[in-house]
């Protein structure tokens, strides 16, 4: 299984982002984490690619969306009235099994991306 994360970047408070994650092989979920400073790895979200059902921490509900694109085997997370305190490196990860909110992480990883969120 391989994980191609893009986008992230710099963006003002209330602003927003998207985050992809092209995956290869053979998964049931995919799904996002995120690492800031001095903090411990946090689950964001993940999906289930097969039936769509989703799963987000409480500290981004409303605000972030995670969704799918079978046919591109991509995940797409767009990140909506962005705060400061998602300044993080976002991390894509799959997992062949559904444990919201994955405590002990996903089986696969791919390299993080940084998303910063200036006030």
């Known amino acids: 299984v391989q994980l191609q994360a893009s986008g992230g970047g710099l963006v003002q408070a209330g602003g927003s982002l998207g985050l992809s994650c092209a995956a290869s092989?053979?998964?049931?979920?995919v799904g996002w984490f995120r690492r800031a400073p001095g903090k411990e790895r946090e689950f964001v979200a993940a999906?289930?690619?097969?039936?769509?059902?989703?799963s987000y921490a409480d500290s981004v509900k409303g605000r972030f969306t995670l969704s799918r694109d079978n046919a591109k085997n991509t995940a797409y997370l767009q990140m909506n009235s962005l705060k400061p305190e998602d300044t993080a490196v976002y991390y894509c990860?799959?997992?062949?099994?559904?444990?919201?909110?994955?405590?002990?992480?996903?089986?696969?990883w791919g390299k993080g991306t940084q998303v910063t969120v200036s006030s």
């Open positions: 999906i289930a690619w097969r039936t769509g059902k989703t």
């Open positions: 990860a799959a997992d062949k099994g559904w444990y919201p909110p994955f405590r002990y992480g996903m089986e696969y």
């Open positions: 092989g053979n998964t049931y979920a």
